[in-house]
């Protein structure tokens, strides 16, 4: 008998490429199977590589009966900045894969998925400070529409049809290895790129805008935690919410000038300034803690140390 194996579908992105990493340490490299839709020709990677457009269902079930998946990372999306720029396509990326993956659930062919969701679900009547795990939900971006659809959508699998998805709010997320993708949160990951290759960065929010993030080593952390708990002890039917850090694009800038002292910051907000105005400053993630275990280890300044050192390796030849 073939041995379970996992799917991980918009695996090249930023989430994706570092989880793959991880969960080969765990489980070995011929039982995670990552996908995207770039041309394998183009793609380094030490272990099974297949092509998906996550659109298209029946390569989809092609390529869960090849390898006898049973369990999917689902992190296939078009982020806020980029859903904005075009809504249908955003919707229908978001949403219809989605659905594909839970009715592969409903009807047995799979086993258990992770979706990730994101703070993009709040909305300005949502509090912003500590945002709790159930608050009013208004969201005002064609991004944080599918997010809370998607959360709903997941919540009526598992109680109507016992499908096991689990699902965390990321904020924004914060990693050397990949850069920045088209979310509004981005800056904080472009930031350190230009601080190392330019000395110089113009900032598309606000300089006092402050929003949660979350170091990608955190990230990745929760998302094994979360996948390895006993189905039981989780409480929460739809995401759960995920803190860490919180600050704003000139206390990031501050502290990279600790370790750059030349570099200079400009302020230019463009569009994705009231999609971060919708959003929390702050996040409140007590039933995270309670029910799985989550703790994030980096602060800001772990986290800038850990960028700067990491990129001057990276970028600098």
């Not at 090249?12 to 991880?22: F, N, T």
């Not at 869960?64 to 049973?70: A, E, S």
């Not at 608050?135 to 005002?140: M, R």
Request: aromatic share 12%; glycine share 6%.
């Amino acid at each position: 008998m073939k041995t379970d194996t996992i799917l991980i579908t918009g695996a090249l992105g930023q989430i994706g490429s570092e989880l793959a990493e991880k969960l080969k340490t765990i489980y070995g490299k011929n039982n995670v199977i990552i996908s995207d839709i770039k041309d394998p020709k183009d793609v380094e990677y030490d272990g099974i590589y297949e092509v998906i457009n996550v659109l298209d269902a029946d390569r989809i079930k092609e390529v869960i009966t090849k390898h006898n998946v049973k369990t999917v990372y689902h992190l296939a999306a078009l982020l806020s900045g980029t859903a904005e720029k075009n809504p249908m396509f955003g919707w229908k990326l978001n949403m219809d894969t989605l659905l594909t993956f839970l009715e592969l659930a409903k009807d047995k062919v799979i086993d258990k998925i992770f979706w990730p969701s994101s703070i993009g679900v709040f909305g300005p009547d949502t509090p912003k400070e500590n945002t709790p795990q159930n608050p009013v939900q208004t969201p005002s971006t064609v991004y944080g529409i599918s997010k809370l659809a998607g959360e709903y959508w997941c919540k009526w699998y598992q109680q109507n049809h016992n499908v096991d998805v689990r699902s965390v709010r990321f904020p924004g997320l914060i990693s050397w290895k990949t850069p920045a993708g088209g979310g509004t949160t981005d800056y904080a990951v472009d930031i350190y790129y230009k601080a190392v290759e330019e000395g110089k960065y113009t900032c598309f929010l606000k300089k006092d805008t402050n929003l949660p993030m979350l170091y990608m080593d955190d990230a990745i952390e929760a998302i094994i935690q979360l996948m390895s708990t006993d189905k039981n002890n989780l409480k929460e039917f739809k995401s759960y919410n995920l803190g860490g850090l919180s600050f704003s694009p000139e206390e990031l800038f501050e502290e990279i000038k600790k370790y750059i002292p030349e570099f200079e910051i400009a302020y230019e907000p463009d569009f994705r300034q009231a999609i971060a105005d919708s959003w929390p400053s702050s996040i409140e993630d007590i039933e995270a803690k309670a029910d799985w275990g989550f703790e994030p280890k980096y602060s800001i300044e772990k986290m800038t140390t850990t960028m700067l050192d990491n990129l001057k390796l990276k970028l600098i030849k």
